[in-house]
């Protein structure tokens, strides 16, 4: 299955790299623009263990060796998992949880073959603390960050690590019209309550 998945993304690869040398145009369409962001997802998915099935009991493989898996039909997120969390201490609707992220553009890497240094709230404290409101997108604070970064709760415990590619229509609101993906480090935390 891995041999066929890598296949298929070399073949996606290596057919986008000819329309790209096709486009002479400076301008780039929107259409052109997706067609980079799924170019450079799988210049990074080719190199590493691709499971398309999330596991049916949920018990995912964990570890900086563990595969990714794609959380959706369309290839928008794949997840991950370095540390699974405590069980049973799962998110509850509008739960305040907080989280720290490096971030790394994969349109980058495509170009560098490097991932180079990220950017977040993980190592450079003064940006601040980052929180959404779980499933509530009605609130400015939450849907900013995009639906993406709330999904490993779905299936993780609230402590949990991940690393999670997330595309641009999953991902912060205000980049959604540049269309980059982003391989994020994320690790959640629950409010404290008094």
């Known amino acids: 299955m891995k041999r066929h998945l890598l296949h298929t993304l070399s073949l996606a690869l290596g057919t986008a790299a000819v329309v790209a040398l096709g486009s002479c145009s400076d301008k780039r369409s929107y259409a052109d623009l997706l067609s980079t962001e799924n170019q450079s997802v799988n210049a990074f998915l080719v190199n590493q263990n691709v499971y398309l099935d999330i596991p049916a009991d949920t018990v995912f493989q964990v570890g900086k060796d563990a595969p990714y898996y794609r959380l959706d039909e369309e290839g928008n997120l794949y997840m991950q998992v370095i540390n699974a969390g405590t069980p049973r201490n799962r998110v509850e609707s509008d739960q305040l949880?907080?989280?720290?992220?490096?971030?790394?553009?994969?349109?980058?890497?495509?170009?560098?073959?490097?991932?180079?240094?990220?950017?977040?709230?993980?190592?450079?404290?003064?940006?601040?603390?980052?929180?959404?409101?779980?499933?509530?997108?009605?609130?400015t604070s939450s849907s900013q960050w995009g639906a993406g970064l709330q999904t490993p709760l779905q299936y993780l415990p609230i402590d949990c690590e991940v690393n999670i590619i997330i595309k641009s229509q999953y991902g912060v609101s205000t980049e959604i019209a540049n269309v980059v993906p982003y391989l994020y480090n994320v690790r959640y935390f629950p409010a404290v309550s008094n």
């Not at 490096?102 to 349109?107: G, M």
């Not at 890497?109 to 509530?136: I, K, P």
């Open 97 to 139: 949880i907080y989280f720290r992220f490096t971030r790394w553009n994969l349109n980058k890497y495509a170009s560098t073959g490097e991932l180079g240094d990220g950017e977040g709230n993980s190592s450079n404290v003064n940006l601040g603390s980052a929180s959404f409101r779980y499933g509530n997108y009605t609130l």
